[in-house]
């Protein structure tokens, strides 16, 4: 069974920083893509980030373009996503997903997710 566990959210100021993890089990990290998508409260799910199989190629939303960065240790089966710059728009629940897209993942098993807020 894969299962996906995100962790490290947290509530911080406006231009603190955080780094989510996403550890996986059941599939190893060079058989998927892995996504991190977030969802405001009142708002629908947003694709942040991803990252391809082999890791050469990542993606990132405009809106968190130049602060957020995703990448992976494929040793320890995890994705993470760096957070740097952080702004109160960027408050809400955080997902990693075998998907890169909203639509793409609606196929796929969502976890708990990690609480970020973003805050003075």
């Known amino acids: 069974q894969v299962k996906l566990v995100e962790s490290g959210g947290d509530s911080v100021q406006p231009g603190g920083s955080l780094r989510l993890s996403c550890i996986a089990s059941g599939i190893t990290l060079d058989q998927t893509v892995i996504g991190w998508f977030r969802q405001a409260p009142g708002k629908g799910r947003e694709a942040v980030a991803c990252i391809s199989t082999s890791g050469a190629t990542t993606y990132s939303a405009d809106s968190v373009k130049g602060r957020f960065t995703i990448s992976k240790d494929n040793a320890k089966n995890t994705v993470y996503l760096q957070m740097n710059t952080l702004k109160p728009e960027d408050t809400g629940v955080y997902y990693c997903?075998?998907?890169?897209?909203?639509?793409?993942?609606?196929?796929?098993?969502w976890g708990q997710g990690t609480q970020v807020t973003v805050s003075s």
């Open positions: 997903v075998r998907a890169c897209t909203v639509l793409a993942g609606q196929s796929e098993s």
